[in-house]
């Protein structure tokens, strides 16, 4: 390569390296910008509401429940209660979703009988699961864990259907050709070659693990089961304790895109990156 050649690449790689650092503080900047006007907004709203605080709190009336809930550790506590619960049930929801989803791309027969009804899984509401779940389990961890799992293992098994699903014909083939057996081309082959739509499944499992554990811990109150975020607004509804729901849904949210932020979109973004993709509005580095 030439002289003048290489000097015009060589600004190119400082160049790319900032755009990517420009991208990844913009990510952080923008939602913390969104945030204050949002938390601003409300503030104002609060100010000129004709209803009383208890009714309609503001940001600072809801904060200042934030010291009375650290004091007495309910909060921490209800926290880690509940992040345990829905990453070990997470975890146990892949180690199931993930056979079963091989099972249904590998036997056609039992996919279109089992299909829709996986599918219909999918949409019914998890809150649905929780009085058959009572009556089975009592109020017990097996409910928790019952409700969770039926809503995520679902949309697991969709997302790596629809990755499975999305994998050129020639990959199977040319697997064959090459000689792979069945174990090494569904390891080699069509688990990486399906990432995309499994991650995504992954990704949505997650968020309906999420839902349905709130959704659980919000019914499934006392008898064995430890305190945890849903039943902590469950408190809050039993006392008419406005800015205590209004922390504690705040709390959730704050939960979820911290997984969102710390988990799914780097991964995200290195499987687009290992392509050689990006999302729309991102730069090529």
């Not at 790689?13 to 939602?31: C, E, N, Q, S, T």
């Not at 829905?86 to 056609?108: D, M, N, R, Y």
């Not at 039943?231 to 304790?241: E, V, W, Y």
């Not at 969102?260 to 995200?268: G, K, Q, T, V, W």
Request: glycine content about 8%; some cysteine.
């Amino acid at each position: 390569m030439s002289a003048p050649t290489q000097a015009r690449i060589r600004p190119a790689v400082p160049a790319a390296l900032a755009l990517r650092r420009r991208g990844r503080a913009d990510a952080v900047i923008a939602p913390i910008i969104t945030l204050i006007v949002l938390v601003s907004l409300w503030q104002i709203a609060a100010w000129a509401s004709p209803l009383r605080e208890d009714l309609f709190p503001g940001p600072a009336a809801v904060a200042a429940k934030l010291p009375e809930l650290l004091a007495d550790g309910s909060l921490l506590s209800a926290v880690g209660t509940s992040l345990f619960r829905a990453l070990s049930g997470f975890a146990i929801a892949v180690l199931i979703a993930t056979p079963a989803a091989l099972l249904l791309a590998h036997l056609p027969l039992l996919r279109k009988g089992l299909g829709p009804l996986v599918s219909a899984m999918q949409v019914l509401p998890s809150i649905a699961w929780v009085p058959a779940a009572i009556i089975l389990f009592g109020l017990s961890d097996a409910t928790i864990y019952t409700v969770l799992l039926l809503g995520a293992i679902p949309s697991i098994i969709n997302g790596l259907l629809s990755g499975i699903d999305m994998i050129p014909a020639q990959y199977s083939a040319l697997s064959r050709v090459l000689g792979a057996g069945k174990r090494q081309h569904i390891l080699s082959v069509q688990l990486p070659a399906a990432l995309p739509g499994y991650v995504a499944g992954l990704r949505q499992g997650w968020a309906f693990a999420w839902r349905s554990l709130m959704a659980a811990e919000l019914i499934a109150v006392g008898g064995s089961l430890a305190l945890g975020v849903g039943s902590l607004l469950q408190r809050g509804r039993d006392l008419a304790d406005l800015p205590l729901v209004m922390l504690v849904i705040l709390v959730i949210l704050l939960v979820g895109v911290l997984i969102e932020l710390l988990c799914f979109a780097p991964l995200e973004r290195k499987l687009l990156r290992d392509r050689g993709m990006t999302r729309t509005g991102e730069n090529h580095a």
